[in-house]
């Protein structure tokens, strides 16, 4: 199979016809053959009837509809879980995201050997002061951070090897880091393509302002898990000791000049900040100490209960 597309949606019964209409006339012109994935993430309109009419009409049409609202980024975690394609590609189902990209999109995968292309909505349709602005802030950091040249980490429209998909894991709030979770994954070779960007028909958009707090919170998670989520202890194992070791002698040298009658041993400042710094150091030392625990057993994070599947 030559692509797998996968539309995560919410609440979008008015905008998946149009959307698979026009997926369907690229995918006749250029002779792909594709498979559309569409993960329903718990919507409470229609959005779920227009899938199994889809597929009734067009068995490439799959379906994942899950029991709640868990986020974006489970829907496609799953949707990489099922894929079948050569190359992968990830859009948006509010008609924002161009189909026309993605012929372009699966050449720079296939033919210039990218592992990961990102469109670039490099002219935008949205609210300059509510969405634009915040977002070249959000990109500049994590540009800066990461040292990845992406000038869009959030656009929903990206193409991968299958590979990729096979190899990452994407949790929480984390679909806005995915070229971040794929570079700290071994895949080097990450392009950018600019791509239309177009206002939206129908619906509201389902992102507040949110999103750009637990942004920078989820980019603090993975910056710490690509270097020490496998080994915790490197990172608060090497902190507590440090700090064991100073509250440690500090308490040794309070010690011998209270035996020495230099200082009152309760009435000096020194006492305390030892004590405190041997407390957090054991308290550090052990939490890393647990975390390589945890890291040892299987974890349920990405366990959704799923409804109905096609």
Not at 63 to 71: A, E, I, L, P, Q
Not at 86 to 113: C, F, N
Not at 190 to 210: A, L, N, P, S
Not at 274 to 284: A, E, H, Q, R
């Amino acid at each position: 199979m030559d692509i797998s597309i996968i539309v995560p949606l919410y609440n979008e019964e008015e905008s998946l016809p149009h959307l698979a209409d026009w997926i369907d006339k690229v995918m006749a012109k250029n002779a792909f053959d594709y498979e559309v994935i569409m993960v329903d993430d718990g919507s409470r309109d229609g959005s779920w009837n227009i899938v199994e009419g889809l597929h009734m009409s067009n068995p490439r049409y799959r379906g994942v509809k899950f029991r709640r609202n868990y986020g974006k980024s489970a829907a496609l975690n799953v949707g990489f879980g099922v894929a079948q394609g050569d190359v992968v590609i990830t859009m948006d189902a509010d008609l924002q995201d161009s189909p026309d990209e993605v012929p372009e999109l699966y050449r720079m995968v296939k033919e210039e050997g990218y592992d990961l292309v990102s469109g670039w909505k490099k002219k935008r349709y949205d609210s300059k002061l509510a969405k634009n602005i915040p977002s070249k802030f959000f990109n500049w950091t994590t540009r800066k951070m990461s040292g990845i040249k992406l000038h869009d980490f959030n656009c929903g429209l990206k193409a991968y090897r299958k590979d990729v998909v096979k190899s990452i894991e994407v949790y929480g709030e984390m679909h806005r880091y995915i070229p971040v979770i794929a570079k700290w994954a071994g895949f080097k070779k990450i392009g950018e393509k600019v791509v239309q960007h177009r206002k939206r028909e129908f619906g509201v958009t389902k992102f507040g302002m949110d999103r750009f707090v637990n942004g920078y919170l989820d980019l603090m998670s993975i910056m710490f898990m690509s270097k020490f989520g496998k080994q915790p202890m490197h990172f608060f194992g090497l902190i507590g000791s440090v700090a064991f070791l100073f509250g440690f002698v500090a308490l040794v040298v309070v010690i011998v000049l209270r035996l020495a009658h230099i200082i009152a041993l309760t009435r000096s400042v020194w006492f305390f900040l030892s004590m405190f710094f041997t407390l957090i150091g054991m308290v550090l030392f052990l939490a890393g100490f647990i975390g390589e625990l945890v890291c040892r057993n299987s974890s349920t994070r990405n366990t959704y209960l799923i409804e109905k599947e096609i």
